[in-house]
């Protein structure tokens, strides 16, 4: 069975992609969603696209549907000699959320010839499906050689259990080697003891680490988000500038008003402009 995307789908069936979207979102549609957000991708059948197209949307259930998807994954995740291509099956294996993966993604855990990437991915992929119950999977990655993967399963337990160890990991880690990641996990869980390395990050000459201090923005409690944003809704960089206009929108900085405004009457492209109006209208809904 062969499956494609949303534009990919919505080109096979002529239709707009957020009609499309909406027909899938409502059942019409045999397809699988990826993650449980109103913006989650979707993949289609083209077997059940072509169904639907002669009036038999019901011959491929969601479910049979939803198996046939989470088997390709796992056979990518298996077989695929690209790392690339074997991570982003674990990704979208994390997004389905079916415990049917959790053998294949622990023995990824296993297996001591795996990289350190595909077993950071396969420990994000057990806690998306498990959430805290991934907890006899993962927890002992707390003290694993590679910090990048420690860090990340320390985050989790700290930010949802507080657990005492993983906060004291963290610390550990980011006085010892002053290291972009565990800034990032530490400014989440206690941003005052990282606030100035945090906010230089801000202004750092690097896009990338601008990007990732913004990224996690709306995780941290206690930052002067009006400020922070303001500064990168004027970034010459524009995917920088797109998600600081997100984020006016998601943390409703209603305060940031008069910048969005002023920046609808300049020369931008128009995604920018879509992204300004759907920020205005989450500030303006209760």
Known sequence: MNFITLEEASKLLNLHPEVVRKKARSGEIPAVKLGTGIRAPWRFSEEALQNYLSGDASAIKESELHNHYLQKLLTQMKEETEEEKRVSAIQEIGLLGSEEAIPELTRNLLDDMESDSIKFYSIRALIAILGTDSRRYIYKYIEYPNPWLAIEAALYFAKKELDEKAIAFLKESYAKRKDFNS?????????????????????????????????????????????????????????????????TGDLKLTELMPELTEMLSKNITDDLKKCIGAAIVKIHTL
């Not at 206690?190 to 230089?200: G, H, P, T």
């Not at 409690?221 to 922070?228: N, R």
């Open 183 to 247: 800034l990032l996990a530490l400014a989440q869980i206690d941003y005052e003891s990282v606030k100035d390395d945090y906010l230089a990050l801000i202004d750092h000459d690097a896009v990338q680490n601008r990007y990732k201090a913004l990224m996690i923005l709306d995780n941290i409690t206690g930052a002067d988000y009006v400020s922070i944003v303001r500064k990168l809704l004027a970034d010459r960089e524009h995917r920088i500038k797109r998600k600081a206009i997100e984020l």
